[in-house]
């Protein structure tokens, strides 16, 4: 039997069920929710991940999912406003280092949980995950960790602050595969890597791939990526450990905040682009009591996750309005098998992805992928960005730098 909040939802229509599902008889306690950052799902699938596999094998994976923006502000906030880019308003650049405007001042998915009496922990290991943003909000924990000590940290923020007889959120956010590159010697060996490529500080900058003129850079670049992939699905397999206890009375949800161009249309990071290895990005559910969709977006997060918890909180975006992605005025929707996108001063076109690719030829975007863009236009107006600058601290500045953010 499917638990659902009929009170908080009305009658909104179901999506297409296409996955297997696991029933509830009542709502999940706890929250898990894992972000590995810049990780996109084509890449994910050809890696050695059996955590994650495990994971998919218990719950559900989504064929297409989407990040609500292409990079790590707009698509963690998104996610955990539940609103997508063009209503919430934050839609800058990472080149503008270290002074951005606060985000919005709409509840978080962590404030609602902890007025809920949820106990919420939050560690991560993106520096723009910043406390003078506002990504603290609702948590009693948010700690900058890295994905080395993750679940040591977890372990110490267990044993003080999960609530054994409450209701638990706990937020993994794992730097991954994002620049630099350094996978473990193991998996050097394992993927036959040549490992002088990964010898700078932290691993192989993405300035020597996004420049190419190193023969095999690009390809050595991407060879990486797979390679700590893999490294993160160990990791993860040590927090997962860790929560093992917990599992059967949680919803477990694993994303991403974006993808990563390895080379594609000749560019590598994520840059001022929604092409598909940006957009398209991991999820994976178990317990959510419900089957999804074949295609969502990241920003339906704080809905599914309410209402898998019977938590009532009227969220801007629910699993059924369209799939859409935003970065600094570019635009695309998901209608399908169709991707429409909207570029500052270029037509309009559509490309068709069909399963696992990342699209083809240009066409015109059809009638209906027009009318779902007015639809979604109507429904969430564009929000002005939001007034005041807060300055980052040095030190974070600095940090930013290593992840390659400036050159
Ligand atoms: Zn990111």
């Known amino acids: 039997m499917f638990f659902m909040l009929t009170a908080c939802f009305g009658s909104v229509q179901e999506p297409e069920p296409a996955l297997e599902t696991t029933s509830r008889a009542e709502p999940a306690k706890n929250l898990i929710l894992i972000v590995l950052d810049t990780t996109?799902?084509?890449?994910?699938?050809?890696?050695?991940?059996?955590t994650i596999d495990a994971l998919a094998d218990q719950g559900q994976r989504v064929e297409r999912a989407w990040s609500g923006g292409t990079w790590t502000v707009p698509g963690v906030s998104s996610m955990m406003l539940g609103t997508p880019v063009r209503a919430h308003g934050w839609d800058l650049g990472s080149g503008r280092l270290g002074r951005y405007p606060p985000l919005p001042s709409e509840p978080m998915l962590a404030e609602v949980l902890q007025a809920e009496g949820f106990a919420t922990i939050g560690l991560h290991t993106n520096?723009?995950?910043?406390?003078?943003?506002?990504?603290?909000?609702?948590?009693?924990?948010?700690?900058?960790?890295?994905?080395?000590i993750m679940a040591r940290e977890l372990e110490k923020e267990l044993?003080?602050?999960?609530?054994?007889?409450?209701?638990?959120?706990?937020?993994?956010?794992?730097?991954?595969?994002?620049?630099?590159?350094?996978?473990?010697?193991?998996?050097?060996?394992?993927?036959?890597l040549?490992?002088?490529w990964y010898e700078g500080r932290g691993g192989m900058e993405i300035g020597v791939a996004k420049r190419g003129r190193l023969p095999g850079a690009r390809e050595?670049?991407?060879?990486?990526?797979?390679?700590v992939l893999a490294d993160t699905d160990a990791r993860l397999a040590e927090a997962l450990a860790l929560l093992e206890p917990y599992m059967a009375d949680s919803v477990v949800i694993l994303t991403s905040d974006h993808g990563e161009m390895l080379g594609e249309q000749g560019v590598v990071g994520h840059g001022t682009w929604v092409h598909e290895?940006?957009?398209?990005?991991?999820?994976?559910a178990v317990g959510l009591g419900r089957s999804l969709p074949q295609s969502l977006s990241t920003t339906a997060t704080p809905a599914l996750a309410c209402e898998a918890l019977g938590v009532a909180h009227e969220w801007p975006v629910q699993l059924e309005d369209v799939v859409t992605s935003q970065r600094e005025g570019h635009f695309a929707l998901l209608l399908g098998q169709e991707k429409g996108v909207w570029e500052p001063g270029e037509p309009a076109y559509a490309v068709?992805?069909?399963?696992?690719?990342?699209?083809?030829?240009?066409?015109?975007?059809?009638?209906?992928?027009?009318?779902?863009?007015?639809?979604?236009?109507?429904?969430?107006?564009?929000a002005a960005l939001p007034l005041g600058l807060v300055e980052l601290p040095v030190e974070t500045q600095e940090q930013l730098k290593?992840?390659?953010y400036t050159e």
């Open 194 to 196: 040549e490992p002088s």
């Open 40 to 50: 996109r799902e084509d890449m994910l699938l050809q890696a050695a991940t059996p």
């Open 220 to 227: 050595a670049y991407a060879q990486g990526y797979l390679g």
């Open 402 to 404: 290593v992840l390659g």
């Open 352 to 382: 068709s992805l069909q399963k696992g690719g990342l699209g083809g030829v240009h066409q015109p975007p059809s009638a209906e992928m027009l009318e779902a863009k007015a639809a979604f236009e109507k429904k969430f107006p564009a």
């Open 277 to 284: 290895p940006l957009t398209w990005v991991p999820y994976v």
């Open 127 to 148: 520096p723009y995950l910043a406390e003078e943003l506002g990504f603290d909000r609702g948590f009693d924990v948010w700690r900058r960790v890295s994905d080395a």
């Open 159 to 192: 044993a003080t602050h999960w609530k054994a007889d409450g209701r638990n959120f706990v937020y993994l956010h794992y730097i991954g595969p994002h620049s630099p590159v350094g996978p473990s010697e193991a998996q050097i060996l394992a993927l036959g």
